[in-house]
């Protein structure tokens, strides 16, 4: 089983900064791109940032120059570090990993169970 734990949401005004964190826990192999996206009441689920293992990164240009995605592969980790935050950036943010449980097969999308990021002053 594979766990995907979220934490660093929040309230914050607008203009700040939060740091979102997502560790991925239990039968991991490898570890492929890892990802967040977001939901925002009455819209559809959207990639805001995504990171292969290698480290290319992939943002929505909604979020460019203000977003920054990283990972720490001894750790399991993404991060998502986020700035000059805006009320429209307000949604619930998940975790996504592309997960290998052994050498053989392909890998499986695992999600986290979201965490609220609200930008309101």
């Known amino acids: 089983q594979v766990q995907l734990v979220e934490s660093g949401g929040g309230l914050v005004q607008p203009g700040g900064s939060l740091r979102l964190s997502c560790a991925a826990s239990?039968?991991?192999?490898?570890?492929?791109?890892m990802g967040w996206h977001r939901q925002a009441p009455g819209k559809e689920r959207e990639l805001v940032a995504d990171?292969?293992?290698?480290?290319?990164?992939n943002y929505a240009n909604s979020v460019k120059g203000r977003f920054a995605i990283s990972r720490d592969n001894a750790k399991k980790t993404v991060y998502l570090q986020m700035n000059g935050l805006k009320p429209e950036d307000t949604a619930v943010y998940y975790c996504?990993?592309?997960?290998?449980?052994?050498?053989?097969?392909?890998?499986?999308?695992?999600w986290g169970q979201g965490t609220q990021v609200t930008v309101s002053s």
């Open positions: 996504n990993a592309q997960i290998k449980a052994s050498y053989f097969g392909g890998a499986t999308d695992y």
């Open positions: 990171i292969t293992s290698s480290g290319t990164t």
């Open positions: 239990g039968n991991i192999w490898g570890l492929n791109t």
